[in-house]
């Protein structure tokens, strides 16, 4: 992938809620593991279905990465040959072109919408 291609983060409308009021967002699990987990679209829906399958109130957070000033790294942490994008710093609000309500539907299960480029 190429760094002009957005990347994806899936949270919570509440940590979403509290980035705003800070003005930066840090995940809740950022603290422990020191970076933000990210995925490209391709990834989004295998993503959530796996982690956050049945959750309601989720946000899908559209992040331009040429305006996130901390390093993007692609990785794979759990030994797998797929490349996941790691934000190594706090993700400033600037940076987030669109927030997409993300819903999963009667089966718990994910879908990307249409106007999720």
Do not use: K, W
């Amino acid at each position: 992938m190429t760094r002009s291609d957005p990347l994806f983060h899936i949270t919570s409308g509440e940590e979403l809620r509290d980035a705003r009021a800070a003005g930066v967002y840090r995940p809740a699990a950022f603290a422990r593991e020191g970076f933000i987990h990210c995925s490209y679209r391709r990834q989004v829906v295998p993503v959530a279905n796996r982690l956050f399958r049945g959750r309601q109130g989720l946000v899908l957070l559209e992040i331009d990465p040429a305006q996130v000033p901390s390093p993007i790294v692609d990785e794979n942490l759990e030994g797998g040959a797929e490349l996941f994008p790691h934000i190594y710093g706090p993700l400033p609000l600037t940076a987030v072109v669109r927030v997409h309500t993300f819903r999963c539907g009667d089966d718990g299960r994910f879908e990307l919408s249409s106007e999720v480029p």
